[in-house]
């Protein structure tokens, strides 16, 4: 029953691709959902976004950006705000991304997004929470 009642717009997301391309379909689609939405195109500026917002609920991390992937992204927020659950998508074998992965990574999505199940995906990560 809780997840049924979940007031999206109380949620805040930070989506980290380096293709601003990505990030901005992202920020329209969830926005569109009731979602605030936080977009950041590397490693750095995601660190000190979530430094800066207490208020983000979930962070979506592309796998594979140059200079800090996703998982170096999720095993540094692991350290900076430990409950703060992170989705990360890759465009590759999930299977290799499943290694070794941090605690606060609640999962792993496809590239490219089915809008549909990614916007179910994030709705029970967040009524779990």
Do not use: C, W
């Amino acid at each position: 029953m809780e997840a049924a009642t979940l007031d999206e717009s109380t949620h805040t997301l930070l989506v980290v691709d380096d293709e601003p391309l990505i990030t901005d379909l992202f920020r329209q689609f969830m926005t569109k959902r009731g979602y605030r939405v936080l977009t950041a195109t590397s490693g750095q500026q995601a660190l000190a976004t979530v430094e800066a917002e207490e208020s983000i609920a979930l962070v979506i991390t592309d796998m594979t950006m140059p200079e800090m992937n996703g998982l170096e992204i999720a095993n540094r927020l692991a350290q900076l705000r430990p409950r703060l659950p992170v989705l990360i998508a890759t465009g590759h074998n999930t299977e290799d991304a499943l290694a070794n992965l941090p605690p606060n990574v609640v999962g792993i999505v496809q590239k490219p997004f089915q809008n549909k199940l990614l916007a179910e995906r994030i709705h029970e990560i967040l009524a779990l929470g």
